[in-house]
């Protein structure tokens, strides 16, 4: 293992990685440190070539020490898929996205889980606990149950009921909280101090950043080891852009891509927009959004821990932060699945109506290589789709159609 030590981003206070740590004495999160001179020595981009298609194919960029405590489900390199159609229609000639939702739970939270459920119990942690909006919680008792983990998940009673099915099928403890994921989230704090569990929420723990981050490797390696111009990224807790960011920098001081940066862009609901109100008063950090409510309900934090890394991220990539409305978030979901056969969850919808009001605006210029983060499928969001077919009785002929 190539970790040298976990770093606080707000104090630059430094932590041994070989005990327990939550957050920095400060209050911040922490981010994992590589000596990266030395992984440049032993891991090159012909090495990884040859590779299982796996994210642990990123091993020496990963903090876990033994391939005994690797807990996996075969999750990483998820395909870049073009979209010729919707681009062209909306000025993009080089669109794409990548599809997070083919991940074991559907969602990209199992980057986070395979890498934090394996470093947790490489440091002896046998019950998590953690608050969820659903996806991470589904995520988490998935990995932890394939690893002989406890977890205890807490979740806003309106989160998606297939979250609550499959954190009940891994055998997960779940509770549900009237309120949002931050009154859950005060629950889960109460219960680790009295009951000594370790706490798994979002950037209260240094590993789920590093299971993201893969998702920039990735991207960055399908790209040939190149960046691509625009990233659009559906923003909640942030974790994904501030790992993203973290890969960029890392494959920059290993010197295997230039000092070019991909802008990164923060894309929220109207609903729940407190990255990107901060971002537009030219704030560091965000303020507390009050009646969060979006379909997109993977996005629905009011207020984020690492929101100043996020500001952060987008700011030093020369990126901004776009907020879009439901109703444009349903729309481009509907045209990724019936214009390209792509059915993403709504968050990662969010990025395509994101991209087409900037690409109108001139932000994105049409040659542009552009990537859209699908973070998940929309099978995980049956509601979301209004779906009312005629009903026909035995007898009933079909009436003719013509061609596409
Ligand atoms: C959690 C989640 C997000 C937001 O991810 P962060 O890294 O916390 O910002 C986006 N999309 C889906 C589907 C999610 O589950
Ligand atoms: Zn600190």
Redesign the pocket.
């Known amino acids: 293992m190539y970790v040298s030590h976990l770093a606080c981003p707000k104090c630059d206070a430094t932590f041994d990685a070989e005990a327990r740590r939550q957050v920095c004495t400060c209050g911040s999160p922490l981010l994992v440190r590589y000596a990266l001179d030395q992984v440049a020595d032993v891991l090159s981009p012909g090495v990884l070539a040859g590779r299982p298609s796996t994210l642990w194919r990123y091993r020496e960029l990963l903090p876990v020490r033994e391939t005994a405590n690797i807990v996996t489900l075969g999750e990483g390199m998820t395909p870049i898929l073009p979209l010729g159609k919707i681009g062209a229609a909306n000025g993009m000639t080089h669109l794409s996205l990548k599809n ?1 939702g083919l991940l074991p739970t559907g ?3 199992d980057r ?1 889980a395979a890498v934090g459920v394996s470093r947790a119990r490489e440091l002896g942690i046998d019950i998590l606990a953690m608050p ?5 919680g589904g995520a988490w008792a998935t990995y932890c149950a394939r690893g002989g983990m406890k977890a205890v998940i807490v979740m806003p009673m309106d989160a998606p009921v297939i979250n609550q099915k499959e954190i009940t099928a891994a055998g997960a403890h779940l509770f549900l909280v009237e309120g949002l994921i931050s009154d859950a989230g005060r629950i889960v704090a109460r219960a680790v101090s009295e009951h000594g569990w370790f706490d798994a929420s ?1 950037l209260k723990e240094p590993y789920r950043i590093e299971g ?1 981050k893969t998702m920039g490797l990735e991207l960055i390696e399908q790209f040939g080891w190149k960046v691509p111009d625009v990233i659009l ?11 993203i960011y973290k890969a960029v920098r890392e494959l920059q001081q290993m010197g295997w891509i230039g000092e070019r940066m991909p802008r990164l862009v ?1 894309v929220q609901s109207t609903g729940c927009a407190p990255i990107v109100q901060a971002w537009e008063a030219g704030r560091e950090e965000s303020e507390y959004w009050p009646d969060a409510a979006t379909v ?4 629905t ?1 009011p207020k ?1 821990l690492g929101d100043f890394l ?1 500001l952060e991220a987008v700011r030093a990539t020369g990126g901004c932060a776009v907020a879009v409305t439901d109703a444009e978030i349903l729309d481009a979901q509907q045209r990724l699945a019936s214009m390209e056969g792509l059915f993403v ?4 919808a969010a990025t395509l109506a994101a991209a087409v009001r900037l690409a109108e605006a001139g932000w994105i210029q049409p040659e542009e290589h552009v990537v859209l ?4 499928t929309g099978l ?1 969001y049956p509601e979301t789709v209004d779906s009312r077919p005629p009903c026909l009785s035995p007898e009933d002929s079909l009436p003719p159609l013509s061609a596409p």
Do not use: S
């Open positions: 997070e969602t990209f939270k986070g969820t909006n659903g996806n991470a979002t993201k990224y559906p923003t909640g807790g942030g974790v994904g852009i501030i790992g923060a997109a309900f993977g996005i934090v984020a996020v969850c709504p968050e990662g983060l699908n973070t998940g995980k």
